[in-house]
């Protein structure tokens, strides 16, 4: 069909979907994953996560213990009971994992 008359051009790259490769869903099934977001898109057309969450592209495997002992009960139970837990940049921060090797980092997306 080619281009048609006001026709813009599409995106070089597009999230389909948040479901991890099997690598990852390897990594994350050793423990609870902290996955990095932010409350605004990264980028044109960044899908939410949830609703007002869009993923940073940084995630962490952490042990049930350590978010047992980091959390409150609530975000505890609800980590423990996912699997997960989203949390922002400044909670990355204070708990020291920015200074760690993210499990995940978004470059490793373009292979």
Not at 5 to 25: K, N, W
């Amino acid at each position: 069909m080619g281009r048609l008359r006001d026709d813009v051009e599409a995106p070089r790259t597009i999230v389909l979907d948040y479901d991890p490769c099997d690598s990852c869903e390897k990594a994350m099934a050793m423990g609870i994953s902290l996955i990095e977001c932010a409350e605004k898109p990264m980028i044109e057309g960044h899908r939410e996560i949830q609703q007002g969450l869009y993923p940073t592209g940084r995630w962490f495997v952490v042990s049930q213990d350590f978010v047992l002992r980091i959390f409150d009960d609530e975000m505890a139970q609800s980590a423990v009971n996912h699997r997960k837990a989203f949390i922002d940049k400044e909670c990355i921060e204070m708990l020291g994992l920015d200074k760690a090797e993210a499990t995940h980092k978004l470059e490793d997306l373009s292979d």
